[in-house]
């Protein structure tokens, strides 16, 4: 009897010791918003974010607009919204005009974590400001990757002449941040001038022509900085147009597969690949740590990649070309 009373008590602490059936079956459902689908640093983002959804036995559900715009996205968010995933990943296409959109989701009780892009600051979870409710930022430290385009495209140039940033928009919180780390670098290089950025709305034969129209205007110009993977790509080509491939400089941020001709014959001489991959793994894990009751760092910050000519071919540095 006194056997079956103490095996009696073991079970029951055994079993007061695991989480209730429910919990412990459940499967999650994550959604991944991205900036918008047809971008190979969201599609790789995707990869990596869906990598640790199969270890973590987790439901991903990736669900964007077909444009880098908060008109698309909301709409998108709102129906994400709708389906009550257990937590959201999202890009946010605007530092502002997410905010309201987003609150919605942490106001129906939907955890938030915003990937690449942030709302408001970005510094989240510190009880100031009206935008500080995701519970984590992961991203590259943009700030870095804008100083580090401007130093090595002042090597390119030879530390002097007129240069320009290709930018997507103003309000998002990446490109803006790549653009004041680029500035504040080439602030320190006094013989380079920065000409007025040129603004393309994520359209690479805009951010073409814009390149065309400088050098128009300024026959001098010989550097170029793409701000993000359209204006880089766009920039390039609008350099081969005005046949100025090698004397025209360019710097690319991200790192299309398309990036490894144009280092190859010369229009590109830098590209700093971010790391996606990365972003959407550390993301998924995140945020099924927080659903299971661990606590999550407030930001966690992704490295780069710097390509050029000596070492695209090495498979250590190719392998952080994005997916298609
Ligand atoms: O540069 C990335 C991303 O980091 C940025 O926020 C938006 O543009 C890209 O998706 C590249 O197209």
């Known amino acids: 009897k006194k056997i079956v009373a103490a095996l009696a008590a073991l079970t029951i602490s055994a079993s007061a010791l695991m989480a209730p059936a429910s919990a412990q079956d459940k499967k999650f459902t994550i959604a991944l918003v991205p900036g918008l689908t047809t971008d190979g640093f969201y599609i790789t983002m995707r990869k990596g974010a869906q990598a640790a ?4 036995g987790v439901n991903l559900v990736f669900q964007g607009a077909p444009d880098f715009n908060p008109v698309t996205q909301v709409p998108v968010l709102d129906a994400v919204i709708a389906k009550k995933p257990d937590a959201i990943l999202i890009a946010p296409t605007d530092k502002v ?3 309201e959109p987003l609150r919605k989701a942490n106001d129906a009780g939907i ?31 943009n700030v870095l990757g804008g100083e580090i385009a401007a130093r090595a495209l002042a090597t390119s140039i030879g530390d002097k002449g007129k240069v320009y940033v290709s930018n997507v928009k103003p309000g998002i919180s990446t490109t803006d941040q790549r653009e004041e780390g680029f500035k504040t670098e ?24 814009q390149l065309q129209a400088v050098f128009a205007r300024n026959p001098d110009l010989v550097g170029v900085f ?10 390039a ?21 398309s990036i490894v001709d144009t280092i190859n014959t010369g ?28 606590s999550i760092p407030v930001s966690i910050g992704t ?3 710097i390509m050029d000519k000596s070492n695209i071919a090495d498979p250590n540095i190719s392998k952080y070309l994005y997916s298609e």
């Open 97 to 99: 005009q997410l905010v």
């Open 303 to 305: 490295g780069f990649t």
């Open 111 to 141: 955890p938030v974590i915003t990937v690449d892009t942030f709302i408001g600051t970005g510094t989240y979870q510190t009880g100031a400001g009206e935008a500080d409710f995701p519970l984590s930022y992961i991203a590259s430290d």
């Open 186 to 209: 080439m602030a320190k290089h006094p013989n380079i001038t920065v000409l007025e950025t040129q603004f393309n709305d994520d359209d690479a034969n805009k951010a073409a022509s």
């Open 237 to 257: 080509n609008g350099v081969k147009q005005a046949g100025q491939t090698g004397t025209v400089k360019v710097v690319a941020f991200d790192a299309p597969t």
């Open 53 to 56: 959804a199969d270890a973590l």
């Open 267 to 294: 229009l590109v001489d830098v590209a700093i690949a971010q790391h996606p991959a990365e972003i959407g793994y550390f993301g998924v894990v995140s945020a099924y740590a927080h659903l299971t009751g661990h």
């Open 226 to 235: 793409g701000a993000n993977l359209f204006s880089a790509l766009g920039a």
